[in-house]
């Protein structure tokens, strides 16, 4: 098995100094974080992370269930890109008089699924989402007509299979978990620990 | 709702107002602390003046480096089993309590530990005494905040407390600003805390798991048991003796599950690991069924992995469902507590005796005998060794003391020989190794355990380390028995040297001060021993002596610690010499 994508989604209360310990646990063993997104989510008060890493997928396996050990992780899983469906954002700055003489723009727009988000007359900002590769076809695009400034965004994911994390967080609360409560699931898929 | 009116106005007649500070100490009363270690300084100055009227319900050791009190509240804990209390101050007070976490962490050692901060519109500014403690100590802590407001710290101790005392134990770190400290506030009492959502400690067991190990133990010829600290850590001593017994199990410790199980025990088979006992590391490789309770295969328990009990079935019962699958596959995965676990087990496996394969230890037992350990109790040679030092203290305490110790060669030796009849007896830094643990755990062993003897070996070297607490004992009058073994080198590191580095000694020769006479500038008893004829007494001298004593004996320079599974090597490729 080679090394490949994982995107992790960690589900954690919203506390300070939490980033710092998720983010120890890859420096620790060494791992680059690829992307990191923190956002709330479906759940009021519930953050979520979306981590992207380059890895085996044991190692993965290991670090998930690490990184859902700390005390406010609720849950973290960890999913193929096979099983998500993810965007990252893309904004680049180009010279508006370059951009307007040079390019077509109606098609650079249309060919991109790009939006101009601001036009002024030094320049302009475009907009577009998507995957990397596509994010950076435009980057190719436009660099030869000097591209000022360009950022991407992290990446941002849902798991196609999820249900959300409404229940399970009803799960968590109850301080006396009944009788019907998975709570060592992993257990039961052990090759797919932390896969929804 | 008439109910709720009458709730308001019994909490309205209980609030008053209190500090901060108060509401910390509050929460070590309501908790049932009754010690704590603790160094004072600026930031932490506010608790440290209201901890003077607590003075006849909080008992506080003043320690000589907050190292200390953090190990002194480790070897509390250990002792008592209960959670170690420590107090330091900001800066160099915090940044003098991470090895001790490091040393907490690794060994799911149960610990709250309070640091001063400056003042909350201070931080960040580079303040006298300032430094990010909640950053420094996050890979350290199972657990830890940052306190800027009175308000909070009854919950947030009521947190601490619950995070480091269940689930898989660890240290937790409260960093208080010295404005809230301060701050006086509405107080309306102490409520333990019993939930966080985000905390599961007590995963649900899963029957069908415990059958299907039990299906594995009932079938099996040649099963194992290999249990670690899992077993005193949740009080399943008596559950663990059950299981093995029922089902015949032979059954083997790391050092930190050592005196879970009575050395006498006809099942107890020994020490596993780098410096363990010849049978269970050879027939780690030779089991059908390795049964492994509470232990986290740590690479000095496994030596070379991917040639570690790969002819074996894997049962593995942790309540850190991280450690499963971790370093060794399992088979068959029990995630809980061992305290619960093991009785399901108990129930579902058959009464057997597996006496050819139990035997099959004894044969071992008795090779290693002959080859290393007769010699090493009852040497020949003028010169005195470990191993005999433990054989007498054995005949002495018959088993009954608690024993601390420190890291290194004589580490190695006290937990291979020492004998032990009671759990929470053997108190050693495993999982971090950390030198200069020994004489502070055993001053805090002291306070976990009043009625017990307590008895600390340490190195030259260790003992060198920390050796500024021997103040703490003077000055609290603390009965600990400090019995150094002085090889005139930091010899475990010299043995390395000597084995795998052409005995090439770097740095391993480390002079020694005149101990008996240190100690006597402490007010502090002691004697030197070096001759064979004097062993015995010396240590019956020290034993019952009223108060602290300190024995040096001088043991061989250049002695070894044998059986070695050399690092990179599997463990049936044990080495007798």
């Known amino acids: 098995m080679n090394k490949q994508e994982f995107t992790i989604t960690v589900y954690t209360e919203n506390h300070i100094g939490l980033l710092v310990r998720i983010a120890t646990m890859f420096s620790r063993r060494k791992i680059n974080i690829e992307s990191l997104n923190t956002s709330p989510s479906e759940e009021e008060g519930i953050h979520r992370f979306t981590i992207v890493i380059n890895e085996f997928e044991e190692v993965v396996r290991k670090l998930a269930r690490q990184i859902e050990k700390q005390v406010e992780v609720l849950k973290a899983y960890y999913n193929t890109n096979d099983e998500i469906v993810w965007q990252e954002l893309a904004l680049y700055k180009v010279s508006t008089d370059e951009i307007a003489e040079k390019v077509q723009v109606e098609r650079l727009l249309r060919e991109h699924g790009a939006r101009a988000v601001v036009i002024r007359k030094d320049y302009t900002v475009f907009e577009t989402s998507g995957h990397r590769e596509e994010t950076d076809k435009l980057v190719a695009v436009l660099a030869p007509y000097g591209l000022i400034e360009f950022v991407r965004s992290a990446r941002v994911a849902i798991i196609k299979a999820s249900p959300g994390f409404h229940e399970k967080l009803r799960e968590f609360e109850e301080a006396m978990p009944g009788e019907e409560q998975v709570e060592n699931e992993f257990l039961n898929k052990q090759d797919s620990v932390f896969t929804m | ?577």
């Open chain 2, 1 to 577: 709702m008439e109910t709720l009116e009458v709730k308001k106005e019994t909490v309205a007649k209980q609030t008053q107002t209190i500090s901060g500070s108060q509401a910390v100490l509050e929460a070590f009363v309501a908790e049932g602390v009754d010690t704590i270690f603790g160094y004072p300084g600026g930031a932490i100055m506010p608790i440290y003046d209201a901890l003077y009227d607590y003075h006849d319900k909080l008992k506080h050791i003043l320690v000589r480096h907050e190292q200390g009190g953090i190990h002194a509240g480790q070897g509390y804990a250990r002792a008592s089993g209960r959670v170690g209390v420590v107090f330091g101050t900001s800066g160099p007070g915090a940044t003098n309590l991470v090895t001790g976490l490091a040393d907490a962490m690794i060994d799911s050692t149960p610990l709250v530990c309070i640091t001063g901060q400056v003042f909350a519109h201070l931080l960040g500014t580079d303040a006298f005494q300032e430094i990010d403690v909640i950053n420094i100590t996050t890979p350290v802590t199972k657990w830890n905040y940052q306190v800027t407001d009175a308000t909070e710290i009854p919950a947030v101790l009521a947190k601490a407390f619950y995070i480091a005392r269940t689930g898989r134990p660890g240290p937790v770190l409260i960093d208080i600003t010295k404005n809230a400290q301060l701050q006086q506030f509405e107080y309306e009492g102490y409520t333990a805390c019993t939930h966080i959502r985000s905390y599961r400690p007590k995963p649900i067991v899963r029957k069908e798991f415990v059958a299907e190990a039990a299906e594995l133990i009932n079938k099996a010829e040649k099963p194992f048991v290999i249990f670690g600290q899992g077993i005193i850590l949740g009080k399943a001593e008596k559950e663990f003796k059950a299981f093995i017994e029922k089902a015949g199990l032979p059954a083997a410790w790391t050092i930190m599950g050592l005196s879970a199980l009575e050395t006498d025990h006809p099942l107890n088979v020994g020490m596993l690991g780098m410096h363990g006992n010849y049978g269970p590391n050879v027939l780690t490789n030779d089991c059908d069924v390795l049964i492994a309770i509470g232990m986290r295969f740590d690479d000095r328990v496994t030596g070379r992995l991917d040639k570690y009990a790969k002819q074996a079935k894997v049962i593995h019962l942790d309540i850190d469902p991280s450690e499963i699958d971790k370093n060794v596959k399992a088979t068959v995965g029990v995630w809980g507590d061992c305290k619960e676990t093991l009785p399901l087990l108990t129930k579902l496996v058959e009464e057997k005796k597996h006496t050819a394969w139990v035997n099959k230890f004894k044969d071992y037992m008795a090779e290693e005998v002959k080859e290393v350990i007769y010699d090493e109790l009852n040497p020949t040679s003028e010169i005195l060794t470990m191993g005999e030092v433990i054989r007498n203290l054995n005949e002495l305490t018959e088993g009954n003391a608690i024993v601390v110790t420190d890291v290194g060669q004589h580490q190695m030796v006290a937990c291979r020989y020492a004998k032990f009849n009671k759990s929470k007896s053997n108190i050693t830094s495993g999982g971090l190794g950390t030198m200069g643990f020994g004489l502070p755990a055993a001053i805090g062993a002291k306070f976990g355990a009043p009625d017990r003897q307590v008895i600390t070996i340490i190195g030259d070297g260790g003992f060198q380390m920390t050796l500024q607490e021997l103040g703490t004992i003077m000055q609290n009058e603390v009965d600990v028995k400090i019995l150094i073994l002085n090889n005139q080198f930091l010899g475990m590191v010299r043995q390395w040297q000597q084995l795998f580095m052409d005995k090439r000694y770097s740095f391993v020769d480390i002079a020694s001060p005149d101990y008996v006479t240190l100690a006597k500038a402490y007010r502090i008893e002691g004697q030197s021993v070096s001759k064979r004829e004097d062993l015995h007494n010396a240590l019956s001298t020290m034993l019952n002596h009223k108060g602290s004593y300190l024995l040096e004996v001088m043991v061989g320079k250049e002695n070894n610690v044998f059986p070695m599974v050399p690092q990179g090597c599997s463990v049936s490729e044990i080495r007798l010499k």
